[in-house]
């Protein structure tokens, strides 16, 4: 709870998965891969409920193992590529309401970003809740060799630069505007803002930004061995 107002964690978590089957419960440093992110949701001092959303009967045993609520199985409309995260949303809110568990605020946690802190978290709702122009608030990183002034296009099997200047002799710490990506660590919004919006991103959006270790996405096996390395490299302390 903050201000008063409750707080939902989400984890989305179906069992259909083409770059790295059955990934939502593979082993990441001793841990299925989704309990990171429910012990991560836990221990966050606002929220008040950490939910898992899945279509899988094994996926919600593990999830109910360390400690999330599994009150429902997702259907299998919303359990295919095509369904939206908005939509899976929406589908548990409404559940919970129907069972007088009305929360004003959702934080969305992928499974697939483990790196997270329970401080990007309990910040990302801070900034939200303690803000009056500000609705939501997503997880960035910072641009660093993929800045737009080293990105080319290709016409007629030639390079051509993004910003029409070539980068010859440029250094990252001579360029003069820093840029962000969405890295898909933690979203949270008012739940009017989003209802309303039908996204998290909007004018009223602010960044939470994370240092680019946390912005591991996992995908394929090769994200896996990345993100593997990384919590180890985490736990022992030697990423600060």
């Known amino acids: 709870m903050i201000n008063d107002k409750h707080v939902l964690a989400l984890i989305p978590a179906r069992a259909g998965s083409k770059g790295l089957p059955g990934k939502n419960i593979r082993r990441l440093c001793g841990k299925p891969l989704i309990a990171w992110t429910i012990e991560q949701g836990l221990g966050s001092s606002f929220v008040d409920k950490v939910v898992v959303s899945t279509d899988s009967e094994e996926i919600a045993s593990v999830a109910r193992h360390y400690g999330a609520s599994v009150p429902f199985l997702r259907p299998q409309d919303l359990a295919s590529d095509l369904a939206s995260s908005l939509e899976v949303i929406f589908h548990a809110i409404d559940f919970l309401e129907l069972r007088g568990e009305i929360y004003e605020y959702i934080v969305l946690l992928e499974p697939t970003s483990p790196l997270r802190e329970v401080s990007d978290i309990d910040g990302a709702i801070e900034l939200c809740a303690h803000s009056s122009q500000v ?40 360029l003069v505007r820093d840029y962000y990506y969405l890295e898909g660590s933690v979203y949270v919004s008012n739940l009017k803002g989003l209802r309303r919006e039908q996204t998290f991103y909007h004018d009223r959006t602010a960044p939470w930004i994370v240092d680019k270790y946390k912005a591991v996405e996992i995908d394929s096996v090769a994200d896996f061995m990345v993100a593997d390395a990384l919590m180890d490299a985490q736990i022992k302390g030697i990423l600060k």
């Open 135 to 174: 609705e939501s608030v997503v997880g960035v990183a910072k641009v660093d060799n993929t800045h737009p002034s080293f990105l080319f296009s290709l016409q007629d099997g030639r390079l051509h630069p993004m910003q029409g200047k070539h980068p010859t002799g440029i250094r990252r710490q001579d």
